[in-house]
């Protein structure tokens, strides 16, 4: 429980403007439920469309033109392995395709076509719609991993999966995108366009959440619940909506519009992309977001708190991928990336003390206080890992190799954050104390525990801290490790955040430390939540022993044992300079469709169909131009196209 004893200081009056928005979300979820109880008295809900409201007259198209030459992302030659080197890294690689492989089992015995196994019970719960959310999200990595029969089965379960009989109430816009909308793209692509029956759920599906879509000024309605909607009343976005869930839409229905030429998905997102554009140097921390945006008058000035951490994080994470996608063609992501890295550099990084000395970053919480001055909170928080593989591939797609070396320090940060505690794995969320000079940076213990008393202070909690053995005493009843003033969530989810971040840096710069710690992690990983039927999320990292809970949500097999696997995979096998990563996978040169002939024969203009490396061929043996030139006889135009970009590529234009 968090108790105020003396007086309201601004950081615990910040987090409590956090839940109260939080919970009016769900305020808002539960008394629109009610109002039409009507309607949603009995579950499921079906799902009609109704008449559009405000309807768009005029389409933002995708951009066109020939794309520019994006410099690499992956390292270009690895070194090369002795026979013992390849044996461990194969018995490694094989380890993860074993725990895949069970956890995949259990799903499929025991929750198919449901949103998740539950894995200590071996029943199943219903989180996202109830439309087989681990199913449709693990589609890509069941390709990846040879499991052909396995994909195919799955492939046809898609086909009895109606997406207009809701088993909830609400709909989160956010999670049904990148889970379902996503795993479909995602599975479509990467077996070359052979299974339609993918495009067609797809284009289902971005139809009905293209109606969320329809409020006046097109922002969309991100907690949608449909008994509202199914009374055929006009929309309003929200006045209180995370960031992260507006802002991380882009890729997908990007995609989408990419392979059914359909110009009113990218509209849809691109508006949104706009209105962060106009709005990112009018907030309080200019060239940032704040967590809460009000999307119903595009305020962005009702909340003061900055984070790459959750309910922001995936909003930056799109940006150099959006990019990406779109072949350098408009730099619109690139300078929102650029002017927001600025900003994190400057307030959010910090170094913080360790025993270890280790030179490492993470990234905080921020915000101004009442006199305007910077406050930084020395927050971990598992999500934001991502940050090292962003800022890594943002480094070398922008060409700025000083980022690269903030990009490994904090991948570094959470390997440390990792291997620091007990079970070797990473709390959800925790304090630090951050270094007075990040340039010289002693191990302290009196600074350690000053930062415990002022963690403890700020939270009205300094009563028991009176004395410095009061303070250890402190210290081993909350089994803090040197370095940590708190662990404010000390679950492990199975979170894909730290190894996809170290799965990047090593593909960036073959470094082979960063394997030896993937393993370490996994070897934590499932020393601590292997179940019977799958892999369990457990409460408590700070204990050898920890309560697994029974929960496995959709991104350990989508997304977590999908890094593991290809962190152990020769380099060649999905190269980061031909695939898009992010909360699945997209192939990055999807973005060669262009205007005229092209249009309409966008499926073989991957260069590489999304997991060709996976196969037998070869680098060497395939020549995707060639493939591309056989797929455009007689399109002489095309082909001349085609030849021009090649020709611009060889001259490093």
Request: proline share 5%.
């Given at each position: 429980m968090l108790l105020i004893r003396r007086r309201w200081l601004l950081p615990t009056f910040c987090t409590a403007c956090l839940i109260v928005i939080w919970y009016q979300l769900e305020a808002e979820t539960l008394s629109a439920t009610r109002r039409h109880h009507d309607i949603a008295k009995t579950l499921p809900i079906h799902w009609k469309k109704q008449r559009e409201h405000y309807p768009?007259?005029?389409?933002?198209?995708?951009?066109?033109?020939?794309?520019?030459?994006?410099?690499?992302?992956?390292?270009?030659?690895?070194?090369?392995?002795?026979?013992?080197?390849?044996?461990?890294?194969?018995?490694?690689?094989?380890?993860?395709?074993?725990?895949?492989?069970?956890?995949?089992?259990?799903?499929?015995?025991?929750?198919?076509?449901?949103?998740?196994?539950?894995?200590?019970?071996?029943?199943?719960?219903?989180?996202?719609?109830?439309?087989?959310?681990?199913?449709?999200?693990?589609?890509?990595?069941?390709?990846?991993?040879?499991?052909?029969?396995?994909?195919?089965?799955?492939?046809?379960?898609?086909?009895?999966?109606?997406?207009?009989?809701?088993?909830?109430?609400?709909?989160?816009?956010?999670?049904?995108?990148?889970?379902?909308?996503?795993?479909?793209?995602?599975?479509?692509?990467?077996?070359?366009?052979?299974?339609?029956?993918?495009?067609?759920?797809?284009?289902?599906?971005?139809?009905?959440?293209?109606?969320?879509?329809?409020?006046?000024?097109?922002?969309?309605?991100?907690?949608?619940?449909?008994?509202?909607?199914?009374?055929?009343?006009?929309?309003?976005?929200?006045?209180?909506?995370?960031?992260?869930?507006?802002?991380?839409?882009?890729?997908?229905?990007?995609?989408?519009?990419?392979?059914?030429?359909?110009?009113?998905?990218?509209?849809?997102?691109?508006?949104?992309?706009?209105?962060?554009?106009?709005?990112?140097?009018?907030?309080?921390?200019?060239?940032?977001?704040?967590?809460?945006?009000?999307?119903?008058?595009?305020?962005?000035?009702?909340?003061?708190?900055?984070?790459?951490?959750?309910?922001?994080?995936?909003?930056?994470?799109?940006?150099?991928?959006?990019?990406?996608?779109?072949?350098?063609?408009?730099?619109?992501?690139?300078?929102?990336?650029?002017?927001?890295?600025?900003?994190?550099?400057?307030?959010?990084?910090?170094?913080?003390?360790?025993?270890?000395?280790?030179?490492?970053?993470?990234?905080?919480?921020?915000?101004?206080?009442?006199?305007?001055?910077?406050?930084?909170?020395?927050?971990?928080?598992?999500?934001?890992?991502?940050?090292?593989?962003?800022?890594?591939?943002?480094?070398?797609?922008?060409?700025?190799?000083?980022?690269?070396?903030?990009?490994?320090?904090?991948?570094?940060?959470?390997?440390?954050?990792?291997?620091?505690?007990v079970t070797g794995l990473m709390p959800e969320v925790f304090y630090l104390t951050a270094c007075r000079d990040p340039d010289h940076c002693e191990w302290d213990e009196n600074q350690w525990h000053k930062g415990i008393f002022d963690k403890q202070k700020k939270e009205g909690e300094t009563s028991s801290l009176s004395s410095a053995e009061e303070v250890q005493q402190h210290i081993q009843r909350e089994r803090l490790e040197p370095g940590f003033t708190k662990v404010a969530d000390s679950r492990y989810i199975l979170r894909p955040e730290a190894i996809e971040s170290i799965f990047v840096l090593y593909r960036i710069t073959g470094d082979e430390s960063l394997r030896d710690a993937a393993w370490r992690m996994f070897q934590a990983i499932q020393a601590q939540t292997h179940t019977d039927f799958a892999n369990a999320a457990i409460s408590d990292v700070t204990k050898q022993q920890s309560q697994k809970f029974d929960s496995m949500e959709s991104f350990w097999l989508a997304e977590t044992l999908k890094y593991f696997y290809l962190i152990f995979s020769d380099p060649s096998v999905v190269s980061l300079d031909e695939y898009v990563l992010f909360v699945l996978l997209q192939p990055k040169n999807c973005y060669l469709m262009l205007t005229g002939p092209f249009i309409g024969i966008q499926k073989h203009i991957h260069l590489r169909g999304r997991h060709e490396t996976v196969s037998s061929r070869s680098s060497e043996s395939y020549d995707p131009l060639n493939q591309v030139r056989r797929k455009l006889v007689g399109k002489d135009e095309a082909v001349s196209v085609l030849d021009s970009v090649i020709a611009a590529a060889a001259a490093g234009r």
């Open positions: 768009v007259t005029s389409f933002i198209s995708l951009p066109t033109g020939v794309p520019i030459v994006i410099p690499k992302i992956q390292r270009q030659t690895f070194d090369s392995e002795s026979p013992e080197e390849k044996s461990t890294r194969e018995s490694r690689l094989q380890a993860v395709v074993s725990s895949f492989q069970h956890s995949w089992a259990g799903y499929k015995e025991h929750a198919w076509l449901k949103d998740e196994l539950a894995p200590v019970s071996g029943t199943s719960h219903t989180s996202f719609g109830g439309w087989g959310a681990t199913l449709v999200d693990t589609l890509d990595t069941l390709w990846i991993l040879g499991m052909r029969n396995e994909f195919e089965d799955a492939v046809r379960a898609v086909g009895q999966i109606d997406f207009t009989i809701l088993q909830m109430t609400t709909l989160n816009l956010f999670e049904t995108t990148i889970r379902y909308l996503g795993g479909l793209l995602g599975a479509y692509d990467v077996s070359e366009g052979e299974y339609d029956l993918l495009l067609k759920k797809a284009v289902e599906l971005g139809e009905m959440l293209y109606a969320a879509f329809d409020t006046p000024n097109r922002m969309p309605v991100t907690r949608w619940n449909w008994a509202d909607y199914l009374t055929g009343k006009p929309q309003v976005a929200h006045e209180t909506t995370l960031v992260a869930e507006i802002g991380s839409l882009s890729l997908e229905f990007t995609r989408l519009s990419q392979l059914t030429k359909d110009p009113k998905y990218f509209d849809a997102i691109q508006r949104i992309t706009n209105a962060f554009d106009e709005g990112q140097k009018k907030t309080l921390v200019p060239g940032m977001w704040p967590i809460v945006i009000d999307a119903a008058d595009l305020s962005f000035t009702k909340a003061g708190t900055f984070t790459l951490g959750g309910m922001a994080d995936s909003l930056y994470e799109y940006l150099p991928k959006q990019y990406l996608m779109l072949g350098g063609l408009t730099p619109q992501y690139r300078n929102m990336y650029q002017e927001s890295l600025d900003v994190i550099k400057k307030y959010l990084l910090f170094r913080p003390l360790n025993k270890e000395k280790k030179d490492i970053l993470f990234s905080g919480d921020f915000w101004r206080n009442a006199l305007n001055q910077p406050v930084l909170e020395p927050k971990g928080q598992h999500l934001t890992c991502f940050t090292g593989g962003m800022v890594g591939i943002g480094a070398r797609i922008f060409e700025t190799p000083e980022d690269l070396a903030i990009a490994r320090k904090l991948v570094d940060g959470c390997i440390w954050a990792y291997e620091s505690q």
